[in-house]
């Protein structure tokens, strides 16, 4: 009995094995072409296997592309956690310029963000991976918020900041009749404008009440 739990174990980890090179050969390829132009076959063929193997480890492309999503959001915290230890004084203003350069820098990640932003649909089991890595962004949106001197126990007020920053680089990033560099310095001009705004917004009596209670409409990203 126990023989067999271990060969179970070992199929098991083989699977995930194979599914995270195939997440890495997806992820690889965002870099270096647009989503509609990616397909099961040049997946596979970047892994050398059969575009019908692949339907072993995901249901369907769209559930490849969430799963490479999710990936790329962890080591974004990853880093995101190492940035914070590093740096002594750790601003809104020093999350909004990591993220905001972040994506600017990674084609894949903006990719993947702006494809599920359009579609905005997957299955409950990817719903319930993307929803825990999503809250635990969010949870260290609230600590740099709680560390500017914002006291607050509402998670709305990170979910406006992360949502805006996100905002301004769907808006601008790929702006047309725009060089990179200038393009650049006026998202980051933006990001920098948001977080006064916001320091010095949130702070306001006008939020006094909204800081001092919860929303208990929140999404399920709390």
């Not at 083989?14 to 890495?24: C, D, F, P, T, V």
């Not at 050969?25 to 970047?46: C, N, S, T, Y």
């Not at 905001?100 to 990817?126: R, W």
Request: with cysteine; glycine share 4%.
């Amino acid at each position: 009995m126990e023989e067999n739990s271990k060969f179970s174990q070992l199929k098991e980890g083989e699977r995930e094995a194979r599914k995270e090179i195939l997440i890495s050969a997806a992820l690889d390829l965002f870099e270096k072409k647009p989503f509609d132009e990616i397909g099961v076959r040049d997946i596979a063929a970047a892994v050398g296997v059969s575009p019908a193997s692949m339907y072993r480890y995901f249901a369907s492309r769209e559930d490849l592309f969430v799963e490479a999503f999710i990936k790329d959001l962890r080591s974004i915290e990853k880093w995101l956690d190492k940035l914070m230890e590093d740096t002594e004084d750790f601003t809104i203003e020093s999350f909004a310029t990591a993220l905001v350069t972040h994506l600017l820098d990674s084609e894949s990640t903006f990719q993947m963000m702006s494809y599920l932003m359009i579609k905005g649909k997957m299955s409950p089991e990817l719903l319930k991976k993307y929803n825990a890595v999503q809250r635990s962004l969010l949870n260290k949106i609230d600590s740099v918020i709680e560390k500017a001197g914002i006291h607050t126990d509402n998670r709305l007020f990170s979910h406006v900041l992360y949502s805006s920053l996100n905002g301004i680089l769907m808006t601008f990033r790929n702006y047309p009749g725009r060089s990179k560099q200038d393009i650049g310095k006026h998202i980051h001009r933006l990001s920098s404008l948001l977080c006064k705004i916001f320091r010095y917004g949130v702070a306001s009596p006008l939020f006094d009440d909204m800081s001092r209670k919860k929303n208990s409409s929140t999404a399920d990203v709390h």
